[in-house]
Structures are given as structure tokens and as C-alpha cells.
């Protein structure tokens, strides 16, 4: 377990670091947001951490943050780069991004997000961010760059998103709706936060796959 766990702490880093490396292959297009993510995820993971650590209390505010930060940008990094002449899909797009910050708020009046997992909202943001990313898969099958979906880094950055946004939701239903209590505690203890690592350093994998074996970015793709 620890080892997992050091395992995807370690991949949060070289991901950032991979993202710096290459970021001459779109510094010029909306995708640069992501080098800000890259890092203050890796660098939010530490904090949190530490905080915890340091204070022996919740450290959940940390990532509360993180989570409305990433969905926020993923998704407007998406809409931004999907090519609609009717900007129907865009429009969208906004809309999904309007309705995750309100749910956020929502949330918020209901939970402490100092000391509680805004678990509805995080899931509702998983969701829209995963039909937020099959809409610009539509849009990049319809478009001219189908001959080189391969090399699409945003394509391959999407793919890292949709494994973890697909997956954690189930982890945190299982953990929400199922009282250690009732079943055996290895599941919340050992099996699930297992899962969890694997999941984040699958993600990272192929976020670094993209970053490496992509092309260069221009500003009209």
C-alpha cells in the first residue's frame, strides 16, 4: 500500500515535469492551463499532506478546491478548442460549466467544505466533465485532424481525465453508501485506496504517453 501510494504521489510530479518539458508543443494555445493544473496538483498533494500531518485534522478544503479548480479548467480548456461554426457545442459547454460552479454553491450550503468532502458536487463535476470530453471526441472525429487523431495531445490528456473522472466516483459511492461496519474494513482500509492509486497512476501514464509521443500544438486545433 505504502508503495502504491509513494508510487502515485511520484507520477502527480513527473507529470508536471513531463508537461514543463513539452511545453513548447502548445505554450501558444488555450492547453497551456494545463501546465498551471499539472502543478498545482502535484504541489496541492503535498500541502495537504503536510497539513494533515502537521495538524493531525481534515484536510479535505485542499482538495475541495483542487476539484471545482480542475473540472473549471478542463472543460473550459474544452470548450475553447472545439471547432462548431454554430458554437452550439461550446455553448454547451458553458452551460455545463455555469450549472458546476451553482452545484458547487448548492453543495456548499448543505456541507462544510472545511471539513467535508463535497462528494455530490465532486461526482456531478465528474459527470459533465466526462460529456464535456466526449464532445470534443465528436468534434475531433468530425474535423480535418482525424488523420491524426494519434498525435492529438489534447486527445490523450482527455483520455487520462475520463479514466479517473469514470472511475473515482464508483470509489467514493462505494465508500459513501457502504458502512465499513457491515463489511469487511480491508475494502475501505486496503482495497478501495489501492484502487484508487492504480487509477491516478494510469491516468498519469497516459497524460506523460501524450505529452511525449504528440505533436507540436497550433492555435487553430
Do not use: C
Amino acid at each position: 500500500m505504502e508503495f502504491l501510494d509513494n508510487l502515485q504521489f511520484t507520477s502527480l510530479f513527473i507529470t508536471a515535469i513531463i508537461a514543463t518539458f513539452y511545453f513548447y508543443k502548445y505554450k501558444h494555445t488555450e492547453l497551456k492551463l494545463f501546465l498551471f493544473l499539472f502543478w498545482y496538483i502535484a504541489i496541492n498533494e503535498i500541502i495537504a499532506v503536510k497539513y494533515w500531518e502537521h495538524y493531525n485534522t481534515t484536510n479535505k478544503f485542499f482538495y475541495n478546491i483542487l476539484d471545482i479548480t480542475q473540472f473549471s479548467i478542463i472543460i473550459w480548456v474544452l470548450m475553447k478548442s472545439i471547432n462548431d461554426p454554430k458554437g452550439l457545442r461550446q455553448k454547451i459547454l458553458k452551460i455545463l460549466l455555469y450549472s458546476l460552479w451553482l452545484f458547487y454553491a448548492i453543495n456548499i450550503l448543505f456541507e462544510n467544505p472545511i471539513n467535508t468532502s463535497l462528494d455530490y458536487a465532486f461526482i456531478y463535476g465528474a459527470i459533465i466533465t466526462v460529456i464535456s470530453i466526449m464532445y470534443y471526441l465528436i468534434d475531433l472525429i468530425k474535423s480535418t485532424r482525424i488523420s491524426k487523431i494519434k498525435k492529438d495531445l489534447l486527445l490523450w490528456i482527455n483520455i487520462g481525465f475520463l479514466i479517473f473522472n469514470i472511475s473515482y466516483p464508483i470509489i467514493i459511492a462505494t465508500q459513501k453508501f457502504y458502512d465499513p461496519s457491515d463489511i469487511d474494513n480491508r475494502l475501505h482500509e486496503i482495497q478501495l485506496p489501492a484502487v484508487l492509486y492504480t487509477i491516478i497512476i494510469i491516468s498519469n501514464l497516459v497524460i506523460i504517453f501524450g505529452f511525449i509521443w504528440s505533436e507540436k500544438r497550433s492555435q487553430l486545433n
